[in-house]
């Protein structure tokens, strides 16, 4: 039996007010604040190397995103960054409204659940969009203003596909931090589990996922004798790995912001290189398809988290 | 009676193996006061929020306004108002504010909203504070602005949850008083309580909850002689020649008569024989002093109707 009435009722008034939550409130404004400075340190470097090592680049815009002090770049301290900030965004989105006392007089008035979730999922996210898109134009003045070359056109497109991902890569941050916020009644939790989830599988799993490789499939002890590595040992590693969000918005980020990249993985695949010429960038459109696997993976992790959120929402207790 | 504007059959609800409703039957008329009476964890608020579609109903029926608030969850909520046990507001808003996010959610029209959300306030007298932030309002605030949610609704059903618990003696006459008043506009109001008195200064009836079923329904009188056997003692205290004691007995409608001291009397009845037992000292020759009429307290019907159960529940241990 259908249920009566639009799931989308009360939507738009949940994602205004949510919205207008996230942008006026003190703990936005600081992270905010904090990933523009850092951002801005690090393009400053990026250009300062730009201005000594580059002589001729088609791409040079791109380079404002990938190049910095030694290892740190932009892409890297968005990933970083991000997902603190999704996590402060949505950690007490739920439990929050329980803690308040405000659920159970929210949900009594004529709307369902889902526009209460939906309309707090999307103002986080819209959140999230809105302070990328103010860093891209940031990025993009700065390359205008201190390298004086006009952005090209697919320069543009490269780099505004990049902040897709990376907001595909933050939505993932944020549908956890809200799935941990339905399932655990304490905001102080919801953020330490979070942030403990984050820490593991950005800094500690791709050891481990090296390990696990090794005890799944066992490096022939031929290819150390000739100091190599067993692809099949790698090949597990790497698809270990990508059970980060980290690595996959990593992988994918220098595949779109380097054009000149062929392969997402370690692993040589003869045919993606026969008749290239060695350096010469791809066409947006193969960087997009080599990239898309990691996209695609980024969206279904926000959809399968979402998911589970929901499904867990709508049959909690509205009781405190 | 017009037909019920709430009306439950055999309603359950079952969390695993505990039975938390057990099966009970009542039905509202349009426009009383309707208590739910009971210890805490009785089942109340479970059955409340079943009567407004926020939980899910294990077994049995429930209609509100002609609706099943299962199925139709929003056209229920659209019509009844709910004040939760402990109401909680977003603190950072002011009380004009938080009402108007409300009156979003209702779908109330943008050009009707200041003008119902100063209505509101003004029948909850709290018109001088409505840009005052929440977090300075104080408990008994707090709760008005709960009602002030529910007058703006225009709600045809205000179900009250524990309304009063902790508020101080002044605020809770007050907001008494605003119940009362809804009742003149029309509103039917469920009330839950278990702080008795209060319940019984505004009910028209009252059902009593014990461990998820309803034990007692009716109104005051009609409990008290369920329970006490007599719902009225007269105490009258009067200096007569003769003995009075048979006189009184002679009074249709008294049950007992029991001297309390020399020359006072307590007349246990079914009705209020004030006027008889004045004719009969006159009668008498004697000199009436002092006739008074206790009414029928729900405290002790509370107290007696627990007592009796537990000594029958003895009674049936001993016999077994």
């Known amino acids: ?320 | 009676m017009s037909a019920p504007v709430i009306a439950a059959r055999g309603l359950t609800k079952r969390y695993g193996k505990a039975t938390v409703v057990d099966g009970i039957d009542f039905a509202v008329a349009k426009g009383e006061i309707f208590g739910l009476l009971g210890p805490n964890g009785a089942g109340k608020t479970t059955t409340i929020l079943m009567m407004l579609g926020l939980t899910e109903v294990s077994a049995g029926e429930i209609r509100v306004l002609e609706h099943n608030p299962v199925r139709e969850p929003l056209a229920v909520k659209r019509r009844v108002g709910y004040l939760p046990d402990q109401v909680g507001f977003y603190d950072n808003l002011t009380a004009i504010d938080n009402l108007a996010y409300s009156a979003r959610l209702m779908g109330i029209p943008a050009r009707e909203r200041g003008a119902r959300i100063a209505e509101a306030l003004e029948r909850v007298r709290l018109t001088d504070v409505g840009e005052k932030r929440v977090k300075t309002f104080s408990r008994g605030m707090r709760q008005r602005l709960g009602l002030a949610e529910i007058v703006m609704k225009r709600a045809e059903i205000a179900i009250l949850d524990e309304p009063t618990s902790g508020l101080d003696p002044q605020a809770t006459v007050e907001f008494l008083q605003m119940i009362e008043e809804l009742k003149h506009i029309g509103v039917t109001v469920l009330l839950s309580s278990h702080l008795l008195d209060q319940v019984q200064r505004v009910c028209d009836r009252v059902a009593l909850f014990q461990s998820g079923r309803i034990v007692l329904m009716g109104t005051v009188a009609e409990l008290a002689r369920q329970v006490l056997g007599a719902g009225f003692v007269v105490e009258v205290e009067a200096d007569a020649a003769t003995d009075l004691d048979a006189r009184f007995g002679a009074i249709p409608g008294v049950g007992s008569v029991v001297r309390v001291g020399p020359d006072r009397y307590r007349l246990t009845a079914d009705r209020d024989v004030r006027p008889e037992a004045a004719r009969a000292v006159v009668a008498a020759n004697g000199a009436l002093r002092r006739l008074s009429v206790d009414d029928p307290s729900l405290m002790e019907i509370y107290t007696r109707f627990f007592r009796k159960q537990a000594g029958n529940e003895e009674g049936k241990r001993d016999a077994a």
């Open chain 1, 1 to 320: 039996m259908r249920r009566e009435g639009s799931p989308w009722q009360g939507f738009g008034t949940v994602y205004v007010k949510e919205l207008t939550d996230h942008i006026s409130s003190i703990r936005m404004l600081v992270l905010g604040l904090l990933i523009f400075v850092i951002s801005c340190v690090v393009v400053y470097f990026a250009i300062d190397n730009i201005r000594q090592t580059t002589a001729e680049d088609p791409f040079v815009l791109l380079k404002l995103f990938t190049s910095g002090p030694s290892v740190i770049s932009l892409v890297f301290i968005l990933s970083i960054t991000l997902p603190v900030m999704a996590i402060a965004l949505g950690f007490d989105s739920i439990n929050g409204e329980h803690n308040r006392r405000t659920m159970s007089r929210i949900l009594s008035q004529p709307i369902y659940r889902d526009a209460l979730l939906a309309g707090k999922f999307l103002a986080g996210l819209t959140t999230l969009g809105i302070n990328l898109l103010c860093l891209w134009l940031l990025v993009v003045g700065f390359g205008i203003l201190l390298l004086g070359v006009p952005p090209g056109g697919e320069e543009i497109a490269r780099s505004l596909a990049f902040m897709l991902l990376t907001l595909a890569y933050a939505g993932t941050w944020l549908a956890l931090a809200m799935l941990l916020s339905i399932v655990s009644r304490s905001a102080a939790t919801a953020v330490l589990v979070a942030l403990g989830i984050w820490l593991f599988l950005t800094f500690l799993w791709p050891f481990l996922a090296n390990g696990f490789a090794a005890l799944i499939a066992p490096p022939d002890p031929r290819y150390a004798m000739l100091g190599l590595m067993d692809p099949t040992t790698v090949t597990w590693g790497q698809v270990l790995q990508r059970l980060s969000p980290n690595e996959l918005f990593t992988g994918a980020s220098v595949i779109l912001l380097a054009p000149e990249t062929r392969q997402a993985s370690q692993i040589i695949d003869i045919n993606q290189w026969r008749g290239a010429v060695l350096g010469a960038p791809l066409p947006l459109s193969e960087s997009l398809a080599i990239a898309w696997p990691q996209a695609v993976a980024l969206i279904a992790g926000v959809i399968v988290l979402f998911v589970a959120g929901y499904i867990v929402f709508q049959r909690q207790e509205v009781r405190a």
